[in-house]
């Protein structure tokens, strides 16, 4: 069969990646699409240094490839909002195939890329914007489409569970690991989108619309960082039998839907407690298989390149298929008349446990009115850890709650900051238990 020609924009580390794989198992590949995947041109402003063009059609233009008569699917690596946005949808309007990595891309314009998409019957895929090369959007989208899905949770970002990890197993610092995760090239020198939990928001994003077929809202989903956790953090929260871990949450209840990434404890014996390092893991409760988790490498330049190529080769598969009948890209039929207007929840109407620490002068009454204020407002003390200290000086104290509102929990937080014997602001972490019967 006449093969189907491919032109990648950007040959980074993900783009050389997708380009050595496409290459390396062409042979495979074919077999699989039943017809030969080439690449037709690239474009590109650096090369990998493993990436060979020798003899490829090349260009620094990406719209020249989002033009090229030739190229029949356009694979976007050049991440970013803009031009991302702009070339993606030129790409579309001349009647090309689109594949994509870019989790902020989709998760902010996805809305606007899948309608142009589909009035033009073409195909975008994006099965590396989610944890590299775990095939969890295929997974959602087909393999459980069967299921009512209840809740998603995941660690969607390698490095601030790579952050969390060694300050639990070396009693390091924030700093300090973000300093090593730098120098290792798993975080940015500005780290911000990694640790205060942007990027994840961008893929909880994506996940959220496929399980529950609502459209793409990231503006509405919270997020909150890792950089305020401290070693003390992490070792109370093993004395109480939790981790900490940097989690992008989604559940359904009656009121609506959570979207929210925050730190958060959850117990030592649940699968997630227990990924480790730069891993990604998704797990995902659905009415009728149960829970189940997605686990593997979330970045790298095979790993993620394994599904771009993937995509690849399922857009190969399809190009002969009526559009109206491919699996839709957020997993429910059509653009507009089937997507669920499901509202996002507000933050302060989430309902959870919580881990609090807080520095108070060691004289009587304190704790007693800290227990006051967290009673007035209905939260009630499921464990507490006060250490010992000279009157006068400042002792920490743990305080894991049982389930609250946040609107309450923030109130009681800010009585309690305001009293003259709490030093410094109280550091909230959310605990779940992400058990099967919740």
């Known amino acids: 069969m006449k093969p189907v020609r491919v032109g990648i924009c950007g040959l ?44 490829i059609n090349a260009t620094t233009d990406v719209f020249e490839v989002a033009t090229n008569p030739n190229v029949d699917v356009l694979v976007e690596l050049i991440g970013g909002y803009d031009m991302a946005r702009e070339l993606v949808l030129t790409a579309i309007a001349n009647g090309k195939h689109v594949v994509t990595a870019n989790k902020a891309l989709i998760a902010v314009h996805g809305n606007e890329i899948f309608k142009a998409a589909h009035e033009k019957g073409v195909i975008v895929a994006f099965e590396a914007a989610v944890a590299g090369g775990i095939p969890v959007i295929k997974s959602l989208r087909e393999g459980l489409g069967a299921n009512r899905i209840e809740w998603v949770a995941g660690i969607i970002n390698g490095t601030g569970n790579f952050i969390l990890t060694h300050m639990r197993d070396e009693g390091r ?30 893929k909880l994003t994506i996940l959220a619309s496929i399980a529950y077929g609502v ?10 960082g890792i950089s305020r956790i401290t070693a003390e953090d992490v070792e109370q929260a093993d004395n109480l039998g939790y981790v900490i871990k940097h989690l992008g949450i989604s559940k359904r209840t009656d009121q609506g839907l959570e979207l929210r990434v925050h730190p958060t404890l959850i117990p ?119 250490k ?51």
Do not use: W
């Open 12 to 55: 980074g580390t993900v783009g050389g990646g997708t380009f050595n794989v496409l290459t390396r198992n062409a042979d495979d590949i074919a077999r699989r699409a039943g017809r030969p995947i080439v690449i037709e041109q690239v474009a590109h402003r650096s090369i990998h240094p493993d990436c060979d063009i020798t003899g």
């Open 215 to 224: 459209p793409l809202q990231f503006e509405r989903a919270f997020t909150e």
């Open 173 to 202: 610092a924030f700093e300090d690991v973000l300093a090593e995760a730098q120098a290792l090239g798993y975080a940015e020198a500005d780290p911000t989108f990694d640790v205060e939990g942007i990027d994840a928001a961008h």
């Open 268 to 386: 030592k014996e649940r699968l997630l407690a227990n990924v480790h390092g730069v891993k990604n893991a998704i797990a995902i409760m659905g009415d009728a298989v149960g829970p189940t988790l997605y686990y593997g490498a979330g970045a790298g330049a095979e790993p993620t390149a394994s599904a771009v190529v993937a995509d690849v080769l399922d857009v190969a598969r399809d190009i002969t298929t009526a559009h109206h009948y491919r699996v839709p890209y957020l997993a429910f039929s059509g653009i507009d008349e089937d997507v669920s207007q499901l509202p996002i929840m507000p933050m302060e109407d989430i309902i959870t446990a919580y881990y609090l620490r807080l520095l108070a002068v060691d004289r009587p009454g304190v704790l007693a009115r800290v227990a006051t204020i967290l009673s007035e407002q209905g939260i009630s003390i499921e464990a507490l850890i006060q």
């Open 388 to 438: 010992e200290a000279t009157e006068g000086e400042l002792v920490p104290i743990i305080l894991l709650t049982h389930r609250t509102k946040e609107k309450q929990m923030n109130e009681a937080i800010r009585e309690i900051e305001a009293m003259a014997d709490i030093a410094g602001p109280v550091t909230r972490i959310r605990v779940e238990s992400l058990s099967e019967g919740e």
